[in-house]
C-alpha cells in the first residue's frame, strides 16, 4: 500500500502540534517527492560504520526495544555524521522544527534503502511499522 499524501500530512501534524497547517502541508509535500525520488531499496551491503548503524538503528528505536517502534532522528541541521548518511541514501531529511524558540532542529528518516541496510546488519526482519514516520503509520 502507498503511502498518501494526507496520512503524511497528518503524521507531521500530530508530532507537530500547534505548527500551521499551511507549514505541515510543506513539510509532507517535501516527504512525498523524497519518497517518490528514493525508489527500490538496495539489497546489498554498502560499508556502514559502526557509528552508521547505530544512528540507524538508533533511529528506528532498535538500540531500546526489540522490535523498531519509530522512525525518526531529530538534531541539529548542520549535524555531519546525518549528512553522511543522507549521501550515501539510507536517510532523508524531514521538517524542520524550533521548540519552544530553541535552536532549529531537523527530523532526519530511515529510507527503504537504510532499512535494508538494518535487516543485512541484523538478519532482523523488519515488519511494516518500521517504515512509518510514527507509531502507526507506514510509508509503502
Known amino acids: 500500500m502507498a503511502i ?7 503524521i507531521i501534524k500530530a508530532f507537530f ?4 497547517h499551511v507549514l505541515c502541508d510543506r513539510a509532507a509535500s517535501e ?15 554498502i560499508g556502514l ?8 538503528r538508533h533511529s528506528l528505536g532498535l538500540d531500546h526495544a526489540s522490535r523498531s517502534y519509530r522512525n525518526y ?3 541539529p541541521d548542520a ?9 550515501l541514501g539510507v536517510m532523508m531529511r524531514g521538517p524542520m522544527i524550533n521548540e519552544n524558540g530553541g535552536h532549529p532542529m531537523r527530523v532526519f528518516h ?5 532499512l535494508a541496510q538494518v535487516r543485512l546488519m541484523t538478519g532482523e526482519t523488519l515488519e511494516p511499522l518500521d ?5 502507526t503509520e507506514t510509508l509503502r
Open 4 to 10: 498518501q499524501f494526507e496520512q503524511v500530512s497528518r
Open 17 to 20: 502540534p500547534g505548527s500551521s
Open 79 to 87: 549535524d555531519i555524521h546525518l549528512s553522511r548518511l543522507v549521501e
Open 110 to 114: 530511515v529510507t527503504d534503502r537504510g
Open 49 to 56: 560504520t559502526d557509528a552508521d548503524q547505530i544512528t540507524l
Open 131 to 135: 517504515k512509518g514516520f510514527g507509531f
Open 31 to 45: 516527504v512525498m517527492a523524497k519518497i517518490k525520488e528514493e525508489g527500490p531499496a538496495v539489497e546489498k551491503p
Open 73 to 75: 532522528y531529530v538534531v
